[in-house]
């Protein structure tokens, strides 16, 4: 027996291999059972063709034992095993992938190769100081022992084995100021990262666990017996790969609560598979509410990731535009293109062809619940709508055609929920534009003047109730080529022609009133004027431009943004109520009334769509001296 050098005979390129590829130690686990799982593979695959080779497919296994005492791991399994030449060629030269060889020469549907890349194994070294392997291969009755301390070497030597697989032995490193390499014999640790990363590895993943003696007519205060038994660590068979019509509700709730801890059960299950320049088996859930952090910096959106059953990545952001960022699920694709550690994905276009498929399926999905089961639908927008509509005004409208008929807003007509599509349908034929109001609550909305102006015309508005909902429309610019106009706009058209040329007349009339009222107020208002449209309300605030005051108190709410962009507001007086004619009797003969009427309207103005008072204090002293 010699040393030998590794073929690659530069020691910083093993270093690299084993301490920068890999984000997490614990990911050495998961290659090496997935090692184990390829040469199952193999020897399978082989004994299609000569059953001599094989074994029948309920022995194939990969098994895991750990020594405390001794600081030992070690996973073995009864694949095709390696010769002298393959140890040397797969495990002397890194980054060679005897996988990768095995499936570019057996080109068959049968084959589900997880290891092309030659260096999973290597991670073993983040965790152990001395790797010893113990192989047989199926054509070769001698066996034979790799060992190798990293990247000084290795060795290799004629050995005893009586059965054809493969044993890794792994010496575990002793512990550290700033690592904790013992958690890796811990029986609690193996358990998880076998559910975490390989619980659907197709082969039995087992370990002798301890277990406690079931007895009959056992006295409660007895000591309790346990037995060694061998245990199987993961489930082996996906959901997703199951047909859907064979899966029940209860075994999806049951996977849902499991994987992603949601005690309440899903809104809707997405169980799919996509075929085309990508194969994948796709299942989604979307969530009946919003986890606590979805509105925050801190939520992370992302499928999870498998290539053949193995866990490639645990929320892969790339698999979920923004606006669907609520849906959990699973991506199942051996043709995605992985980078060498399995943890990364190259960006290329299988991805973005199953992110598309994953978008079109979801997209079906709600428009599926919107049309059948409309409470439902209305449930879950209120949980996740808002994120929709702030994907149309963040993406400047460019989402808008994946969203627009996906989105909702509460609305006069009963105070429900409608669709955009449903209120122009019920439009009558005269009316040129969709109206919206803007408030904190829908009661709120119900009580502006404005908002009971356009509904006494039978016309129905639209409630803006979340900060967003105004600057999505925007966005949008219009529906159907109406165009959205808000109540409270200074040039709402609502009137008759009749209506118009009185409210004209009346403004000319009052001009030199008007004139001094807003020099009064200064740069409050861009104008004072009379108006015909307010019902039984004295007055109101309306806006010109492109800023309301709703918009104004989301931007003012912002850090940093307290000398927002102002809405360019309008004091209206109702010209039919009793207020408009004693500011007419006042204007020339009691100026300072006058001005404390116009100071006093202005405040109302304010309280009623919920602006600030700039001056409480003067506000209560005008209102104490007139009474």
Not at 140 to 166: L, R
Request: one cysteine or more.
């Amino acid at each position: 027996m010699r040393k030998k050098q590794f073929k690659t005979q530069s020691k910083k390129m093993l270093d690299m291999m084993i301490n920068s590829i890999y984000t997490h130690k614990e990911i050495f686990l998961r290659e090496l059972i997935s090692n184990g799982s390829d040469a199952i593979d193999k020897r399978h695959f082989r004994s299609l063709t000569d059953t001599s080779l094989g074994l029948d497919l309920s022995a194939y296994k990969i098994h895991i034992e750990t020594d405390k005492e001794n600081r030992i791991l070690t996973v073995s399994d009864n694949g095709c095993g390696m010769g002298e030449k393959e140890l040397e060629e797969n495990l002397g030269t890194i980054a060679k992938s005897g996988s990768l060889d095995f499936k570019s020469e057996n080109e068959s549907e049968e084959i589900d190769i997880i290891g092309q890349f030659g260096v999973g194994f290597y991670s073993a070294f983040m965790v152990a100081d001395r790797i010893t392997i113990v192989s047989k291969s199926l054509d070769s009755e001698q066996a034979f022992k790799w060992e190798s301390e990293g990247v000084d070497g290795y060795t290799i030597e004629p050995c005893e084995k009586e059965d054809v697989g493969t044993t890794i032995t792994l010496h575990i490193k002793e512990d550290t100021e700033n690592e904790n390499y013992s958690v890796f014999l811990e029986e609690s640790k193996i358990r998880e990262l076998v559910k975490k990363y390989s619980d659907y590895i197709r082969y039995p993943i087992t370990m002798m666990t301890e277990q406690r003696v079931e007895k009959e007519d056992e006295a409660e205060d007895a000591e309790p017996e346990f037995e060694t038994v061998e245990t199987t660590l993961n489930s082996m068979v996906p959901l997703w790969k199951r047909d859907a019509k064979e899966v029940s509700e209860e075994e999806y709730n049951r996977f849902y609560h499991e994987k992603f801890y949601d005690f309440e059960d899903p809104l809707a299950v997405i169980h799919t598979k996509f075929e085309g320049t990508s194969n994948c088996n796709i299942l989604l859930f979307i969530p009946k509410k919003a986890p606590f952090d979805y509105y925050t910096k801190d939520f992370e959106k992302g499928l999870q990731l498998y290539s053949s059953g193995v866990m490639i990545m645990e929320k892969c952001a790339d698999l979920l535009p923004d606006y669907f960022s609520f849906v959990k699920g699973v991506v199942d694709s051996a043709d995605l293109s992985l980078n060498i550690s399995r943890e990364t994905l190259q960006h290329d276009h299988q991805l973005k062809v199953i992110a598309k498929a994953v978008e079109r399926k979801i997209k079906a999905e709600l428009k599926k619940i919107l049309r059948n089961d409309r409470e439902k639908y209305d449930a879950f927008f209120e949980q996740f709508g808002r994120q929709m509509k702030y994907a149309i005004y963040a993406s400047y409208g460019m989402q808008k055609d994946a969203l627009i008929d996906l989105i909702e807003f509460k609305s006069s007509a009963e105070k429900k929920y409608t669709t955009l599509e449903e209120y122009v349908t019920r439009m009558p034929e005269s009316q040129t534009a969709i109206y919206y109001a803007g408030g904190k609550t829908v009661d709120k909305i119900d009580m502006l003047p404005q908002t009971q102006a356009v509904t006494g015309k039978g016309i129905e508005v639209l409630y803006f109730t979340e900060d967003v909902d105004e600057f999505t429309v925007t966005m949008l610019g219009n529906y159907k080529e109406k165009p959205f106009k808000n109540v409270s706009d200074n040039d709402l058209d609502i009137s008759t022609e009749e209506e118009k040329e009185q409210i004209k007349k009346e403004n000319d009339d009052a001009k030199s009133l008007l004139a001094f009222m807003k020099e009064k107020l200064g740069d409050k208002v861009a104008e004072v004027q009379f108006t015909n449209t307010l019902d039984s309300h004295p007055v109101c605030l309306s806006t010109e431009g492109g800023i309301s005051t709703e918009m104004q108190k989301v931007l003012e709410a912002q850090p940093g943004m307290e000398q927002a962009i102002k809405a360019k507001t309008v004091l209206e007086i109702n010209v039919n109520h009793p207020v408009a004619e004693k500011l007419k009797a006042l204007y020339g003969t009691d100026d300072v009334k006058l001005e404390a009427y116009t100071k006093i309207l202005y405040s109302q103005a304010c309280l009623i769509c919920g602006l600030p008072i700039e001056n409480p204090t003067e506000l209560s002293n005008l209102v104490c001296e007139l009474m």
